[in-house]
């Protein structure tokens, strides 16, 4: 159990985190600058909050009641920084036997000590090597084991992916979540990306600014996000705006477009939600029938496997998501005219989230 | 437009050679003048030898003083920011743009008999000028700049990732300064050492001025060319082939510091592959 509560003044705004996890993964997401990889720090002892506290297990890292600030070499916080940080000047097995050197212990006990963990990350042929010639996924598990050797009680992990290129990427996420999902401590992870955010967090602290805007399962973000800023992590499209009474539908985006809705709403203010896997585009008009219609231009299209993501500028910012062979046969370019055809089904009315500020 | 270019072509080589020419001649002047059999009977006269004997002493002192209290400080100039460091760093440049003259009088002024601080430790039965303490002194002020820039760039070369992660392994910030630091800064570290060295070695104007010329107390050797010029021709010419032999090599140990990192890592890399071979097989 690790819980942190934490308040230090940064230059351009103020870091204020509370929060806590048990023995899982918990991902801190947010863009670069919004403090996230200073919270780390500070959990590691590699800062010093300004007021608040930090506790792993039983032990107390920060107090600043009493006065409590372990200091990083006896906090025992495994840290793999986002280049992972390896001592170029050391081979493999001195990297990873680095922390051991300290403790008493034999030469064979740690020779041996090493060895496992090495095997139990899948490269104990990496032994003798170099870190300048290992590949990034590579160097990240030499990183890894060499926090691991040490038996940390929370293990840290600063943009663990962010430093490879597309191809391993994939393949370096599934390794890690399954190193992850062994350990059985605290572990956080902090990354501007979503799908890294999702697909490796048990929970997700979204972040900006300094401060917690949302927590909870990708899930829960996906279906209820409480703000714009966690929308448009999440890739969901998400507007403030009135409702406009009596099944008018609703008022919504800078240029006042107004959506049919099924939910029957009261006059007032409220935001809307559209999945981008809810909205059908096609590039003639279409003729109305009880659909909303929104004209605008595919300024991006980014397809990845089988789907495909087109943003869209008109009366109001889109984001779709289309199968690859749908967008093959409606012979879609970037800058031409299409139309957003969405179901009112779709359109999904939220009551508990905040305004556009 | 093809004559005009080859005209240009021409004046940049014959601008080129003149250059190198004007810079190599009197280098290998020294050691056409005589016979390599002459030169070192040249060099192994009382007058060359005292001196000899003086300059390393001197110089190895003034190298040891400077990694003392120079590492230090380079280290601490690499890991902080402070109001006035720029300002600071400037300063701390400027005895090796300064006429060595100008160091000469400035020493005499602050450890002189009659100087700010001299002036107690002549209180206290002291005096630095004209003694080989002065010669070291001289060396230093003039050298150690050289030393402390080079140290000061290498470590702010090192990611500053490397010291906190060793610090999560549970190492503290000293011992990560000898695991890590200073193996990662060592390239950078020699060169620095070995061009301050050779500075020293070739300290003259501050040295004369602050230290005199005294044969066997304080004459070194660019001093002793210098008084050899009027006596002895020859003894100076030796002096000066040493001199520049010596510098020939710390030049080259300088540029094999900075090739160093890559070598070994080419004989790591091939260490290592083998090992991994013998592992598979």
Redesign the interface.
């Known amino acids: 159990m690790l819980s942190c509560n934490i308040h230090k003044p940064l230059r351009d705004f103020e870091l204020d985190m509370d929060f806590s996890l048990e023995n899982e993964t918990l991902v801190i997401v947010g863009h670069s600058g919004c403090g996230k990889s200073t919270t780390l ?1 500070l959990i ?3 800062m010093a909050p300004e007021e608040g506290r930090i506790t792993v297990g039983g032990r107390t890292f920060f107090d600043h009641n009493e006065r409590v600030n372990v ?9 793999v ?3 992972y ?1 390896l ?3 050391l ?1 493999v097995f001195e990297n990873v036997s ?2 051991l ?3 008493k212990m034999s030469k064979s006990e740690k020779a041996s000590k090493v060895q496992g963990m090495l095997e139990a990350l899948n490269i104990p ?6 870190p ?2 290992l590949s990034g996924g590579e160097q990240q598990r030499v990183a890894l084991a ?2 691991l050797v ?1 038996d940390p009680d929370v293990l840290l992990l600063d943009e663990p992916l962010s430093a490879l290129d597309v191809t391993t990427r994939g393949r370096v996420r599934r390794e890690l979540k399954k190193t992850l999902a062994a350990l059985e401590i605290p572990k956080i992870i902090v990354t501007h990306d979503y799908e890294d955010a999702i697909s490796l967090g048990d929970r997700i602290l979204v972040m900006d600014k300094g401060h917690v805007i949302q927590e909870g399962t990708a899930k829960e973000l996906l279906t209820s996000p409480r703000s714009p800023f966690v929308a448009d992590f999440s890739g969901t499209n998400f507007f403030s705006g009135k409702a406009l009474g009596d099944d008018g539908g609703v008022k919504v985006g800078e240029k006042e477009e107004v959506l049919r809705t099924i939910t029957e709403v009261e006059e007032g203010r409220l935001s809307v939600m559209i999945y981008p896997w809810d909205i059908e585009l096609t590039k003639e008009k279409p003729a109305d029938e009880g659909m909303n219609v929104l004209k605008g231009e595919a300024v991006n299209i980014l397809s990845y496997g089988n789907r495909a993501r087109i943003e869209i500028e008109g009366g109001l910012p889109l984001t779709a998501e289309i199968p690859a062979k749908t967008l093959e046969q409606m012979g879609l370019k970037e800058q031409e005219t299409v139309y957003a055809v969405i179901d009112p089904v779709a359109v999904q009315v939220l009551e508990n989230a905040q305004e556009v500020v | 437009m093809k004559a005009s270019r080859r005209i240009g072509a021409v004046l940049i080589a014959v601008a080129g050679a003149i250059m190198i020419a004007f810079l190599l001649l009197p280098m290998i002047a020294v050691y056409l003048d005589m016979a390599p059999g002459k030169l070192w009977e040249q060099l192994t006269t009382p007058v060359a030898l005292k001196a000899l004997q003086l300059s390393v002493v001197t110089t190895f002192i003034s190298l040891g003083l400077i990694l003392l209290f120079g590492t230090p400080l380079a280290y601490f100039l690499a890991n902080h920011n402070f109001p006035g460091k720029r300002v600071l760093e400037v300063l701390l440049q400027l005895p090796i743009v300064i006429p060595p003259a100008v160091a000469g009088v400035g020493l005499l002024l602050v450890f002189g008999r009659f100087g700010l601080i001299g002036q107690w430790l002549s209180g206290m039965g002291i005096d630095i000028a004209f003694t080989a303490a002065a010669v070291v002194m001289a060396q230093s002020f003039v050298a150690a700049p050289f030393y402390i820039q080079g140290a000061r760039t290498a470590f702010s070369s090192i ?1 500053p ?2 010291v ?9 910030k000293t ?1 990560t300064f000898f ?2 630091v200073l ?2 800064s060592l390239p950078g570290l020699i060169s620095g050492a070995a061009l301050s060295w050779g500075r020293a070695l070739g300290e003259f104007g501050a040295t004369i001025m602050f230290a005199g010329n005294l044969p066997g107390k304080t004459q070194t050797l660019p001093l002793a060319i210098y008084s050899a010029m009027q006596s002895n021709l020859g003894v100076a010419i030796a002096i000066s082939a040493l001199l520049i032999t010596v510098a020939f090599f710390l030049l080259l140990l300088v540029k094999l510091a900075e090739l160093w ?1 890559k070598l070994k ?1 080419k004989s ?2 091939k ?2 592959t083998r ?2 071979q013998l ?2 097989s």
């Open positions: 720090k590691a002892g590699l200091s990083p070499e006896t906090r025992k916080t495994g840290f920084f986002q280049n940080a001592f170029p000047h081979s680095y922390g050197d300290g403790q042929h990496l032994i003798d090597s170099m300048s010639d060499r926090s040490l | 990611d990732a490397l906190s992660v060793s610090r999560t392994l549970g190492v503290s011992k695991r890590v193996p990662l990192p890592r790591r890399k260490g290592g090992d991994a592992q598979h």
